[in-house]
Structures are given as structure tokens and as C-alpha cells.
């Protein structure tokens, strides 16, 4: 079994930072690439940011330069430093692992329970 716990999530003002944390635990042989995800209330899931452990990343457009993404490969942990938050990030933040699992379970992907972002005044 893999589990992803995130946390990190709240209520924050127009303008302000939150850092989100996601650590992936369990039978994991390799993790190939971590990511975030959010769903706002009546829409999709949409992607976020995403890292390969070779350090390359994707971010949507309407987080470019706002949202950074950093991962500590040795403690199979991701993060999410989100900077001069807007109301419209409002959403529910899912951590993502795409990995290789033990004892031969092969590839795999996992999602977390998700956290709370609220930008609001």
C-alpha cells in the first residue's frame, strides 16, 4: 500500500502565501513524478504543477511565476510554495505520485485526500 498525506492547506487573504506539503509513503520502489491539483467547486480537476524527479516541471499558465514546486526525492515528499494568491485559486489541492511499487507491483498512481485553500478577504 501507498499513501500520499498532504497538508499546508487553510484560509488565507488576496496577496498572501501558503506552502503545501505532500509526503508519499509505503511500497515504494521509484517515484517517477509528483504533483498538485486542484478542483474548484462546479469544475474539473485541473493540473497544477508537476515535478520529475530529474527536476523537470510543468505549471498551469495561471500559475506561472506565482506557484513553485519542489520536491525532497530522499523523503518522498512534494511541495507547493504558492505565492500572491488570488480568490479564483480557491480549490480543494490534490497531491499526485506516479511511481514504480515494491516486490514487482509495477506502476502505479496515487492521490492524497486532498486540503482546503481558501483565498479570501
Known amino acids: 500500500q501507498v499513501q500520499l498525506v498532504e497538508s499546508g492547506g487553510g484560509l488565507v487573504q488576496p496577496g498572501g502565501s501558503l506552502r503545501l506539503s505532500c509526503a508519499a509513503s509505503?511500497?515504494?520502489?521509484?517515484?517517477?513524478?509528483m504533483g498538485w491539483y486542484r478542483q474548484a467547486p462546479g469544475k474539473q480537476r485541473e493540473l497544477v504543477a508537476t515535478?520529475?524527479?530529474?527536476?523537470?516541471?510543468n505549471y498551469a499558465d495561471s500559475v506561472k511565476g506565482r506557484f513553485i514546486i519542489s520536491r525532497d526525492n530522499a523523503k518522498n515528499t512534494a511541495y507547493l510554495q504558492m505565492s500572491s494568491l488570488k480568490p479564483e485559486d480557491t480549490a480543494v489541492y490534490y497531491c499526485n505520485a506516479d511511481l514504480w511499487r515494491r516486490s514487482g507491483y509495477g506502476r502505479a498512481d496515487y492521490w492524497g485526500q486532498g486540503t482546503q485553500v481558501t483565498v479570501s478577504s
Open positions: 515535478m520529475t524527479t530529474g527536476g523537470s516541471t
Open positions: 509505503g511500497s515504494i520502489f521509484r517515484i517517477n513524478a
